[in-house]
């Protein structure tokens, strides 16, 4: 019913040379996945998105980017925007990770404006919501969800909801080995599903894509694959290997519900 998504987000590593590489070898390992029921995009750096994008062409990977500005052109030092994105090969864009909220002043309100440019651009924006370790001790796991899903989500309406992704990456698992028990998990995409029938009705809950991010590793896909609301993961630091990332993949495409 909602088919799963595999993403790696290469945040900033790799040079174009590397990314070439890295492109080149999950090609030849993911080739004999084609039509296994599986979305699998990579999500290099600006610099790299073209030449990935060339590499990946014959191959059913697609492409995403890390951020984009809201504008489509402009006086806008350093951005890069939606139609440039497009331009690049892309059909994906992560927005508002983590990263961005806590090191570049992301706000619920800058995200919103870039999902609308995503939408605008063909892009499927990749929504990163989740809590902080601290938010998570205070008891505040639940709030700070629908805040970023809520907030987010403005004035996007049921059309377009249903073309988006929904990230929940618990910051505190990012990047520190720690991953969310596949039941702390399966507590929050239940949670962010039940809200979509608030704020939207059954049928978007039950079309929209939740993907875990946070430590994911071959070691610990499968069982966070099982929980009923997983569909899928936003993969960082394994990512960065094609025998980690293809391995992933592999052991997701056995778990397709
Ligand atoms: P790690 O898999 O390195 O924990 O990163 C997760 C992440 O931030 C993906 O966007």
């Not at 601290?134 to 049921?158: F, P």
Request: charged letters at 25%; proline letters at 2%.
């Amino acid at each position: 019913m909602r088919k799963t998504i595999i993403a790696g987000n290469w945040k900033m590593y790799k040079t174009i040379k590397e990314a070439i590489e890295l492109a080149n070898g999950l090609k030849r390992e993911l080739f004999k996945l084609d039509n296994q029921g599986i979305d699998v995009v990579l999500c290099p750096a600006f610099t790299a998105l073209s030449e990935v994008s060339e590499v990946i062409s014959e191959s059913d990977i697609m492409l995403g980017a890390q951020d984009l500005y809201w504008q489509d052109e402009g006086a806008f030092t350093g951005e890069v925007s939606g139609k440039m994105l497009k331009d690049a090969g892309c059909s994906f864009v992560i927005i508002g990770h983590s990263e961005r909220r806590q090191f570049f002043g992301e706000t619920n309100e800058t995200v919103n404006k870039k999902i609308k440019a995503a939408l605008i651009n063909a892009l499927t924006p990749i929504l990163c919501v989740g809590e902080t370790l601290k938010e998570r001790e205070a008891g505040k796991t639940l709030d700070v969800l629908k805040d970023h899903v809520q907030n987010g989500l403005r004035e996007i309406g049921k059309e377009d909801v249903l073309k988006l992704v929904i990230a929940y990456e618990p910051v505190w698992a990012i990047g520190t080995g720690k991953t969310a028990t596949p039941a702390q998990a399966q507590e929050a995409h239940k949670y962010i599903r039940d809200l979509l029938v608030k704020l939207y009705d059954q049928e978007v809950a039950a079309q929209v894509r939740i993907q875990y991010g946070g430590s994911v590793k071959p070691e610990n896909i499968i069982e966070l694959m099982q929980q009923p609301d997983l569909d899928g993961a936003l993969v960082g630091g394994a990512s960065l290997q094609v025998e980690s990332f293809a391995d992933i993949v592999k052991k997701a495409a056995e778990v397709i519900k």
